[in-house]
Each structure stands twice: as structure tokens, then as C-alpha cells.
């Protein structure tokens, strides 16, 4: 016999019940003034797992008075997109057909493609899920048509209130109180990591076996690793951690950065991990070691593809290349140079030898772009303005003292100064 897992029991019918970011959920939220506005577009949800994705999907269908069918990219194929297809045309689809797509991004460039026609005619409203950023993973021409929305992890305030309203219901079937203390909340809720999906299925398992749950009843159903210092990801100490890991490795210390790499992920928090260490690779080891973001980048995937614990061994390589790497943050001073000028609304014009001139007009006084083509001229340069006139002397970008940078230095010297 079957048992429903108890997320899907309490799995909640309208908005109101959805925990989460209140500018998608809620009664002020984006997805009900849709319902409200009998306006259902076609969507892409991206987002960590457990953050309400499928729920949001159900409930836009059932208020839409559409006919749902789910599949799931990592296992359906074109045929089964074809055959949702075939019974929007049928009595089954008579008020309207959509389709969710989950982890839409294992569907090829071909196998997404064929979606298009089916989108553009209205045969089918799409939602799209993907744990990918979208723009990196989803065909382009799907983007455009549909509606981008950003499902974030979950705060401990949102999972604590997704397992009461489970501890309630669960009170109801079988009749009789579920007795558990803040502080085993609390665990369960650190132990989940913004995944609703996740905390509720541990209070489940361990509601089954114990009458009363405290924290050493729950300590007995997670990994000792997650035991460790009593890990909070949306607390302070977990910031401090990811602040001591950067400033080890841009101080170029490799043991240090190791140990906060370890104590990290002994919290079992991957994705804040790769996303510190590939901002590390730009913003302190930069143009001292252009390749560094494409090295780090490759271990990104890769630990993301292993999940924990393998997923330490790509890391640690990724902080010790970094920590051992030279150091410039020259690309970081430069855009923030240019950033503060942008913001002081200089070069609201810019050189004329640069806009996409095509024709003047019969009657226009200045004729012609006069741009010069540097692949034109020795050495592929050829002194022209870029900069708006406003900002011509302006200097954003110094050469960091580096090999790398120094190297380019030299070599622009040389050519711009012709000798």
C-alpha cells in the first residue's frame, strides 16, 4: 500500500497558505491579482527544490479552470510533450491546457524548440521550473515569451511555519497532540536549508517514530556532519564563515581558506560556497589570472553535479588555486569608477564616430560617422575619442602591478605610443 508523503498531504490549495517571498504569495501577491485578473501567462519558475514551484503551478491551473499535466524533463521526451499536445485538442482540454515542465532545463535546444509553436498559438499555457538560472539553460526564444519568476530559499521564519501547519494537520488525522519544543524546531528548520519539501519530510519521519520530539530526537535522524556548531544558514555565523573564507584567500592564505571551505560545508551549504568562490575569482584574483573564473566556474559544475560529500574535492581545489593565485581587484575599482560616473549621469551623449549611423538626412549639417576601422591600421589600433566628451580624460582602468597586467600594459605602450 501506498503511503502520500505528508508534504503532499498539506501541499496548500490557495496562496494564502504558501509560504515564502509575500510578492509572489499571499493575497497581494503577484500570482493572485493573475487569478484575479483571469490572466495566466506563460511562466518560467526558477529557484532552489522545495520552494514552492509545483505548488504555485497547481494552484494557477485549478484557478485558471485549466486541465494540468505535468512532466518531468529529466525522464519525458517529445513524445509526451506531443501527446499533451493532442489532448488539448480533445474534450479533456476543452478549458484550456497547461502544461508544467519541471527541470525544464534537461530538455535539449531541439526538444525546447518544439515547444514554440504550441506557446505562440495558444494551444498550451507553459510553466517552466529549473534549479538553473534560466538565461544560461532555457532556449532564448522560450525566455521571450514568457514571464520570468524568481522562487528564493526559504527564511527560518517560512519553514517554521511550513512545519506547525504540517505538526497541525498531522495532529488531525491522528488525533492526538504532536509535542515539539523550539529548539527541535529550530534544528529542523537549520537542517532543511530553505527546502519546505525537506523539513517537512524530517518532521515526518521522525514524528513516526518518537511521541515527543526534542533536539536529541532530532539529532538522531540527520548526518553528524549537520551537527556540527550548530549550523545556521540565515544566521550571522554562516555570513561571518563566507566572509572569513574570501578574506583568507585575498590575503593568500591556502590553509585558512581551506579550513573555513571545510567548516562551511560541513554545514552542508554548497550553492553560497561556489557562489563566493566564483565572485572570489573575479574580484580578487581578476586579470592577475584571467583563467582563473573559467577554472573555478569548471569546479562549480562539478561540485554541483557530485552534490556532498565528493563535492569537497572540486572546491578545495578551486580555494587553494585562488588563495595561491596573484592578486588584482583592478577590474572591480574599474567598473565601480565608471559605475559612481554613470550615476552622476555623465555621458548622457556619446562620440559620434561610435553610434549606428546609417544616414544623416538630406538636410543635416554633419554628414558621416567617421569611424575608423582599427583593423584597418598597423598594429589594429588607430587613435580615435570613445569616451563621451564629457568624460574623454576620464581614467577608470589602472593596471594592476602583476605579470598579467604589466604584460598588457607594456604591449599598449608600444603600440599606442609607436614605438
Known amino acids: 500500500m501506498l503511503t502520500q508523503p505528508l508534504a503532499d498531504k498539506i501541499r496548500p490549495k490557495g496562496f494564502e497558505d504558501m509560504v515564502g517571498d509575500p510578492k509572489l504569495f499571499g493575497k497581494s501577491g503577484i500570482f493572485a491579482k493573475m487569478i484575479a485578473a483571469n490572466h495566466i501567462p506563460n511562466m518560467i519558475f526558477y529557484g532552489p527544490s522545495g520552494t514552492g514551484k509545483t505548488t504555485a503551478a497547481n494552484i494557477l491551473a485549478a484557478a485558471a479552470g485549466k486541465t494540468l499535466h505535468k512532466l518531468n524533463a529529466t525522464s519525458a521526451g517529445l513524445a509526451d510533450v506531443k501527446q499533451v499536445i493532442a489532448e488539448s485538442s480533445s474534450m479533456l482540454g476543452m478549458g484550456g491546457t497547461l502544461l508544467y ?6 530538455f535539449n535546444k531541439k526538444q525546447q524548440q518544439s515547444l514554440l509553436e504550441y506557446i505562440e498559438n495558444g494551444r498550451i499555457t507553459l510553466i517552466a521550473s529549473t534549479t538553473e538560472n534560466p538565461y544560461f539553460y532555457i532556449y532564448p526564444a522560450i525566455i521571450s515569451r514568457c514571464a520570468v519568476f524568481e522562487f528564493k530559499s526559504l527564511t527560518a521564519c517560512d519553514l517554521k511555519n511550513a512545519v506547525r501547519r504540517a505538526a497541525r494537520i498531522l495532529e488531525e488525522e491522528k488525533g492526538k497532540p504532536v509535542r515539539m519544543d523550539e529548539q527541535a ?19 515526518e519521519n521522525i514524528s513516526a ?3 515527543e520530539i526534542d533536539e536529541q530526537t532530532v539529532r538522531a535522524f540527520l548526518p553528524e556532519v549537520m551537527g556540527i556548531g ?7 555565523g554562516h555570513y561571518d564563515l563566507l566572509s572569513a573564507l574570501q578574506k583568507s584567500i585575498r590575503g593568500s592564505d591556502p590553509d585558512a581558506a581551506l579550513f573555513y571551505l571545510a567548516k562551511l560545508l560541513a554545514g552542508g551549504d554548497l550553492i553560497s560556497v561556489c557562489r563566493r568562490l566564483q565572485v572570489i575569482a573575479s574580484e580578487d584574483v581578476g586579470l592577475a589570472y584571467p583563467m582563473a573564473a573559467a577554472v573555478v566556474r569548471s569546479c562549480v559544475e562539478s561540485a554541483r553535479e557530485l552534490g556532498l560529500p565528493e563535492a569537497r574535492i572540486p572546491l578545495a581545489n578551486a580555494a587553494l588555486l585562488l588563495a595561491t593565485s596573484p592578486k588584482s581587484n583592478s577590474a572591480e575599482m574599474g567598473i565601480l569608477a565608471a559605475t559612481e560616473a554613470v550615476s552622476a549621469g555623465k555621458g548622457a551623449t556619446f562620440p559620434r ?3 549606428n549611423v546609417h544616414f544623416d538626412g538630406e538636410n543635416s549639417a554633419d554628414k558621416g560617422q567617421n569611424y575608423k576601422y582599427p583593423h584597418d591600421y598597423p598594429n589594429h589600433y ?3 575619442q570613445y569616451l563621451p566628451d564629457d568624460l574623454k580624460r576620464a581614467r577608470f582602468y589602472t593596471y594592476g602591478e602583476n605579470k598579467t597586467e604589466q604584460a598588457a600594459k607594456a604591449y599598449w605602450d608600444k603600440i599606442k605610443n609607436g614605438t
Open 101 to 106: 515542465l519541471d527541470e525544464m532545463q534537461y
Open 185 to 203: 524546531l529550530a534544528l529542523i528548520v537549520s537542517a532543511a536549508a530553505g527546502d519546505a519539501r525537506r523539513a517537512i519530510g524530517l518532521f
Open 209 to 211: 517514530v518518537y511521541d
Open 230 to 236: 550548530g549550523f545556521d544558514k540565515d544566521g550571522d
Open 353 to 355: 564616430c561610435l553610434q
Open 382 to 384: 588607430v587613435p580615435q
